[in-house]
């Protein structure tokens, strides 16, 4: 995300839970800064992303956007796991994170 595109939208500080799930990506002791995506424009292939799925919040990387009946999804995975966290929707989304620092 370049800094302009930054402008007038609110950045936030994280925390992660100690998962293994994005090693070493995020480890243990790491913070991030994140934004709330304004719609689905925002979301790239390759963004964290944070989402919310059975009421667990979840940092992954997309790897896969697209299309289907329901409408937008994105297709997320862990750095450090083997198998994908299956479709995740618009409505699950919930940051995305720009910045790591371990």
Same mark, same amino acid.
């Given at each position: 995300?370049?800094?302009?595109?930054?402008?007038?939208?609110?950045?936030? =500080?994280?925390?992660?839970?100690?998962?293994?799930?994005?090693?070493?990506?995020?480890?243990?002791?790491?913070?991030?800064?994140?934004?709330?995506?304004?719609?689905?424009?925002?979301?790239?292939?390759?963004?964290?992303?944070?989402?919310?799925?059975?009421?667990?919040? /979840?940092?992954?990387? /997309?790897?896969? /956007?697209?299309?289907?009946?329901?409408? =937008?999804?994105? %297709?997320?995975?862990?750095?450090?796991?083997?198998?994908?966290?299956?479709?995740?929707? =618009?409505?699950?989304?919930?940051?995305?994170?720009?910045?790591? %620092?371990?």
């Amino acid at each position: 995300i370049e800094l302009d595109d930054l402008k007038g939208r609110k950045v936030s =500080w994280s925390s992660y839970a100690d998962t293994e799930s994005m090693v070493p990506t995020l480890d243990d002791g790491c913070n991030g800064l994140e934004f709330m995506p304004a719609g689905p424009k925002d979301l790239h292939e390759g963004d964290m992303i944070a989402f919310e799925k059975n009421n667990r919040m /979840i940092i992954h990387r /997309i790897q896969k /956007i697209g299309q289907d009946d329901q409408g =937008w999804f994105s %297709i997320t995975k862990g750095d450090n796991n083997e198998y994908n966290d299956g479709k995740v929707r =618009w409505q699950e989304v919930r940051y995305v994170t720009f910045g790591i %620092i371990c």
